[in-house]
């Protein structure tokens, strides 16, 4: 069974302080790994898409890495509008039913204080 | 382009009444999936439909069903609700041979 881990569950920063968030994973072999961003009451934004060990994805403050085990999103001197859920999402590589499926973590809620 | 549009925003029901959600995908997206948030809890996989056929469904009683339409816009469909189905529905699109899932803004369904 597919499965991933966030960490941690919620985390504080001060605007400019740069820090990171893990997602662990087990999945019959990995055919894409996603971490999207979620506003409260609102639908999950697609940020990146990692496909393979040693890929990384960067969009503003944002840097998303991947390793076999685990994929890190890196925020550089966040700010207050950076204050969301960070989702990560497995997709697994067998073929048919399941195929494209997503598998989430249950996220970490980033506030990034003024 | 436009979103992934889902409706109503908002939704109320009583226990043992029925829940229609409806979704429209992102042009030219074939594949629509819906998933269940509840409160503390991860978006839970419920279903997948693709050019018109239910692909895969998560781990959730048969009162959980929906339907894609030729236009592949689909609806969800919740029968005897439960207290415990309150939650945000999220539909997503996804177009054939890619990989990557756009969500709508959801519905938030409470059942009182």
Known sequence: EDQVTQSPEALRLQEGESSSLNCSYTVS??????????????GPEFLFTLYSAGEEKEKERLKATLTKKESFLHITAPKPEDSATYLCAVQAGYSGAGSYQLTFGKGTKLSVIP | EAGVTQSPTHLIKTRGQQATLRCSPI???TSVYWYQQALGLGLQFLLWYDEGEERNRGNFPPRFSGRQFPNYSSELNVNALELEDSALYLCASRPGGVNEQFFGPGTRLTVL
């Open chain 2, 27 to 29: 042009s030219g997206h």
């Open chain 1, 29 to 42: 072999g990995l055919r894409g790994l996603f971490w999207y961003r979620q506003d409260p009451g609102k």
